[in-house]
């Protein structure tokens, strides 16, 4: 939601790990974020 500026309700959950980026203008500098977006179960809990 928060990369894409929308919201889709039908969208499959995550399996294994994602990574995205996005920037994001805040008070005339750019800053860049890089997201994991990772599965909610215990085995994804040593990728953090």
């Not at 920037?23 to 994804?44: C, R």
């Amino acid at each position: 939601r928060f990369v894409e500026d929308s919201f889709d309700p039908n969208i499959n959950p995550t399996i294994g790990a994602s990574f995205m980026t996005k920037t994001v203008q805040y008070q005339n500098e750019l800053h860049k974020f890089l997201i994991w977006d990772t599965a909610g179960i215990p085995s994804m809990c040593n990728v953090l």
